[in-house]
């Protein structure tokens, strides 16, 4: 088992900056690949970003490539999503979530994940 808890979310004006964490505890941290998704209200949660277990790899969405980063700190079982130059379009709810088959390195698809977070809301004023 894998608990997950997200952090960092907030309310920011448009070209902020935000850096959400989402720590991990339970099995070995390190042996997952992990996501971040988002849902805005009465929409479907989409795909922002991933990481593969060593971190060597990542994969992100076309709306936020070049202004957010994925990243992970093993040693501290936390992975991290910098936000930059936000936008009102990024406003949602975030989720980290972690994949422990390890079939892709960076899956973009939410069903292969096993464990989620909470979610942590983020809003972005224009």
């Known amino acids: 088992q894998v608990q997950l808890v997200e952090s960092g979310g907030g309310l920011v004006q448009a070209g902020d900056s935000l850096r959400l964490s989402c720590a991990a505890s339970g099995r070995t941290f390190s042996g997952l690949a992990m996501g971040w998704f988002r849902q805005a209200p009465g929409k479907e949660r989409d795909f922002v970003a991933a990481i593969s277990w060593s971190g060597r790899t990542t994969a992100y969405a076309d709306s936020v490539k070049g202004r ?59």
């Open 68 to 126: 957010f980063t994925i990243s992970r700190d093993n040693a501290k079982k936390t992975v991290y999503l910098q936000m930059n130059n936000l936008k009102p379009e990024d406003t949602a709810v975030f989720y980290c979530a972690a994949d422990e088959d390890l079939i892709t390195a960076t899956p973009r698809d939410k069903f292969k994940y096993d464990y989620w977070g909470q979610g942590t809301q983020v809003t972005v004023s224009s």
